[in-house]
């Protein structure tokens, strides 16, 4: 009677806007989309106007979240899971009734099979296929519970039971969870470092916002111990307890803007979440206790691998130095390898697993890993940051160190670009600064860069965080687009004793679409910069 029910209301769903008959991945679509949205009142009141008697019956028996939640499982159990797609699990089938625009180009020739798709296409842009599995409710977690602790960087899910721990009780702790504290959240202020006289783009509305946001706390920094956790290796996600996702790691990928779509095993229920459970081929075990140090953005990019994973790894040097800990990391570079091992990590602390999935007796989480360690950092920073300058920067001792310094983007692979940076390149050079190419160097060289300065110019993004090694009482100026902006390197700047300033430009993309990486383009003020830099030399 229930599967009925649900394949009546399918029908009427399908006959929605937008959705074509059988097309169950476009129908999910639309539903995941509304629900996440928090739109559920709509898809009701869509059905109660196609026929209110069923929906009656539904909101009456059912209730709105568990139509959604059986729903969703109907589909799973009948016509499988999504999954990435890959060379091992490819099925032309199931990657056709995944892909409806796949089946359509090869019923009209366009292209030789769903096999040849994938191969030219579909690995690269990520498609995913539907895959039968029988053992649907042990493969199938739901609903995925997010847990916290009242040190955790966001308020993401629900608090838990958990031990609070010494430092060095930590790895000894029998809970299922234990977190030792290392810095409390501080208050602070940067309204004296931010000059606002000074800066261009006063007036616009996400600059003045911005502007009355100077105020901040820095998030708690925080190592928590898991027992007989999995960790979702390739995006940082920790799960434990079967059911339980801890708050900021799931914060780091699934929550981040376009994260969804960088975690295949996770969906979206009736406003939660659920995930599916790995084969065991591809899950690795390992005996020792060990560190997720890594999550998908610290991988590729320069901002994310300084602040959360060699961060995170500079809070546990004593652990892997006394080799009570190793580090858990995917397959790394060389460069990222050397770098962890430069900082103070053993070579033989790494362990790099190319599994999707890691499972073991004692996990740690270090909060770097969340982005409150970007977005609000504390007293710690500096301190890392004139660690790391002391362990790297020796190795460029014979490059020059320039006094006015434009970091230049030019050549570097971005979704954000400034359409006329050449001719504020040359503007700058002509009147004194060196313009380096943060992208080009070696890490060292890139902090011996900064170590003179005494102004920096530079577009929002990744290499700012290398401000940090300027001395103090330099001058910062942000170049950032109204899209695309946060406080994060006025707070930076504040905590290191340097003076800030801001060009906003106005952008046109709108900035929900520019965070989930919308490319967009922009021109900056090439002459009031200039004027700027003039001013402050």
Known sequence: MFLQTLGGLAEQFFAFPGVEEGDFTQMRLLAERRVRGGEEAHVWADIRARDPEAAQILETRFGAAAFYHAFGAF???????????????????????ANRDVGDAVARGEIASARVHFSTHGREEGRQLRVRRDACRDAFVYPLSLARSQD??????????????????????????????????????????????????????????????????????????????????????????????????????????????????????????????????????????????????????????????????????????????KLLCPPLSARQREEFVRLGAPTTSIIEASSRYVRASKVIYPSPLTSGANMFPGATCPQFLTYVAERFAGDAQDRIAPKYVYISREGFASGRLMANERLLADALAGIGFAVIRPHELSFPEQIRAMSNAAIVIGQFGAALWNTGFAPRHAKIIEIATSNYVSNEYLFLSHLCGREFYRVMIAAESPQNRAYEGESFSFDAPVGEIVALARKLM
């Open 75 to 97: 589909l799973d159990t009948t016509f499988g899971f999504p999954e990435l797609a890959t060379d091992e699990n490819f099925d032309e089938r199931s990657y056709l009734f």
């Open 152 to 325: 955790s960087n966001f308020e993401i899910g629900d608090i838990v039971a958990v031990d609070q721990v010494s430092r060095s009780q930590l790895l000894k702790t029998e809970g299922a969870v234990a977190t030792a504290l290392v810095a409390p959240g501080e208050a602070h202020d940067a309204r004296q470092t931010f000059r606002l006289e000074d800066s261009i783009g006063a007036g616009e509305p996400e600059f003045d916002a911005l502007a009355t946001q100077c105020a901040w706390r820095s998030a708690p920094v925080y190592l928590a111990a898991f027992r007989d956790a999995c960790v979702e290796l390739e995006n940082g996600i920790l799960l434990f307890e079967r059911d339980k996702a801890w708050g900021d790691s799931f914060f780091a990928t699934v929550l981040a803007p376009g994260g969804l779509n960088r975690a295949p095993d996770i969906f979206p229920l009736d406003g939660r979440y659920g995930r599916l459970r790995r084969a065991e081929a591809e899950t690795m075990d390992v005996e020792t206790p060990v560190m997720l140090a890594c999550f998908w953005a610290s991988r590729v990019n320069h901002g994310h691998w300084l602040m959360n994973s060699l961060f995170s790894v500079y809070l546990a040097l004593d652990e892997l130095r006394s080799e009570r800990l």
